[in-house]
DNA sequence: CTCAGTGCAAAGGATTTGCATGCCG
DNA sequence: CGGCATGCAAATCCTTTGCACTGAG
């Protein structure tokens, strides 16, 4: 599996006629791993010795690949997590307080509600629904007040 | 309704020790007729003599007040509407191309239906959600291929 | 040899803030 | 009168970019 992804990434990346280069890996490597997105101060925490602006660099190269997704919550920091076709579709709770987020799984059946909403979603206004994203805001257990 | 409005944002901004000023009044009233989420820039142009950074502050106090809600799209500028429960419930067609936000109202199933998942959401690890976030992200018309 | 990737430092751009002034309460 | 809102300009801070260097093919 974890070979797959490694593979999977270095091919998306030649599709873009770019490399997987060590640092490419070790950002892979570090969101595999996560359990949530992550933003890059703390991917470069993880990984000592990437330089923030390489990771700048190197996560719009291999978002630009299709290999993972940007995420902007209202936090300060933009967040980053594998494509969804690398990982399991999922959805997220968003602390409001501190910013935090928190994956999420979403039963099935609600998975195909949404898909047939999405399908018929934009027929009058020409718009092409591609997917779909689902976030719970509240708060998280650490800052419950 | 339009008065009611006014009130209630003035009795919001109460609550907060803030006052009701014209500029407040000039932005909920530009957010009031909007078809859409807007930016700072779009909020100040339709209303010349607004300087940007009181649109930045009265927004900061709106939106603690609980009167404006603001979005993060992946789009350079932040985007305000009106709070919810000054509106209806709606969800958002977001153009990954232009970073174009259009209202969208979901079947009355789909929302019960995520209402029923979110309740049940973060049980296990503590996490209280308040609201849900529901977008569709794909190419709206003007930017089709 | 060539060219993409790297690192450093400087630039960019949306957003925030300091401070003096004006105005509502 | 006192304090909040205002405007201007300057500061912040995440993010991007210029440039010289290094390493892989």
Known sequence: MAVDLHETAASRLRDVDQRYTPNRRAVIEVLAVAPAPLTIPEIVMSRPGIPQSSAYRNLAVLEQ??????????????RFELAEDLTEHHHHLVCSVCGAVEDFSAPSGLERSIAKVMASAGRSSGFDAAYHRLDFVGTCARCAA
Do not use: E, I, K, N
């Open 65 to 78: 690949a299709g290999v993972v997704r940007r995420l902007v919550t209202s936090d300060a920091f933009a």
